[in-house]
């Protein structure tokens, strides 16, 4: 299906039928809609009137996932990345002769998934690509795309709508049933992507985040350390949200100072990196609970008086582990 803020990326899609590229990367954050946008992509394609119409034997097929010459390369259970064997296997299937006289189109989600033999085994498909052949893939971390491979696709941009937009979205969504200061908070909390705020309601997510805030809370008042935080962050399902949570905390830092018109302490803006930072070594091979507990001491000496300009300790290596 097409999402209200995919609808410009849709029509770029249609519009250029007639001089279809081999590989397409789709780039955006989580929750923007980005595998079923590639697989919406992949269904005009096997579709007879090329527009996923929905009622044809093609969009059957797709729509029932029994289409022959469809393929998505998926993490296998048990592992954390795509392997090379899972490239090898995919390529071969794209070297036979399509089953339907057609096109054959791969979709391969979150792309960063695939490790460094995939990478390579994947860059020499592009390189050569089968004949009528489209790969389709999609990331929510460009940066960690290997440059070869990201020149050799035709880049698609997703953006998230706007804060009204998105609202709106999401109501129609709750049955006119959601908070909206609650609703305002899931969006700005997973960068203003719909379908992920949309899970945040779902799953009662806020609780984790009062949870998050008292922890905050009894950190400054010294009731916690920041060891306690740390582990307790390290029991949620999706600990890697704690970021999200301390980047929030900073942006609202900024705006309540500049609204009371007070100078903003120009700490918080290298907060807000090394919070960033920290996320990417949390992906990498990070120390995750020194990592947290770092966090928390950095939140610490922005609470006290301090002017100095905060140490950059995500570089530590011990931090940061051995990528
Ligand atoms: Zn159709």
């Not at 209200?4 to 007639?18: N, V, Y």
């Not at 390189?127 to 009528?132: H, I, R, T, V």
Request: charged letters at 15%.
């Amino acid at each position: 299906m097409i999402y209200p803020w995919q609808q410009t990326q849709w029509s770029l899609w249609l519009a250029q039928f007639e001089r279809l590229g081999h590989a397409y990367l789709l780039t955006g954050t989580n929750g923007l809609g980005l595998t079923e946008f590639a697989q919406q992509m992949a269904q005009s394609l096997f579709c007879q009137s090329h527009t996923a119409c929905g009622q044809c034997a093609g969009c059957h097929q797709f729509l029932e996932h029994t289409h022959v010459d469809f393929f998505q390369l998926d993490v296998l259970e048990g592992k954390k990345e795509v392997g090379v064997e899972q490239i090898r296997q995919l390529t071969q299937k794209l070297m036979q002769t399509s089953h339907q006289g057609g096109y054959k189109v791969a979709v391969l989600p979150e792309v960063e998934r695939l490790n460094t033999s995939a990478f390579n085994a994947l860059l020499k498909t592009l390189e050569e690509p089968p004949e009528k052949t489209l790969l389709i893939l999609t990331s929510y971390q460009l940066e960690r795309l290997p440059a070869t491979i990201v020149s050799r696709c035709q880049q698609l941009a997703f953006n998230a709508p706007s804060m009204q937009d998105s609202q709106a979205w999401l109501l129609t969504q709750t049955n006119n049933e959601m908070d909206g200061a609650r609703g305002k908070r899931a969006l700005r909390l997973n960068w203003g992507a719909p379908l992920a705020a949309l899970d945040w309601l779902n799953n009662q997510a806020w609780l984790q985040d009062e949870a998050w805030q008292t922890d905050i809370h009894d950190l400054v008042t010294q009731r916690k350390t920041p060891s306690d935080c740390a582990s307790a962050w390290l029991k949620w399902p999706n600990p890697e949200a704690v970021f999200d949570q301390f980047y929030l905390l900073s942006v609202s830092a900024i705006r309540q100072a500049l609204y009371q018109q007070q100078g903003v302490k120009t700490q918080w803006f290298g907060f807000q990196q090394q919070v960033l930072q920290a996320k990417r070594d949390w992906l990498g091979n990070a120390n995750k609970e020194l990592l947290l507990e770092s966090l928390c001491l950095l939140y610490l000496a922005l609470q006290s008086e301090t002017s100095s300009p905060l140490p950059n300790i995500f570089s530590d290596s011990r931090i940061r582990g051995r990528c």
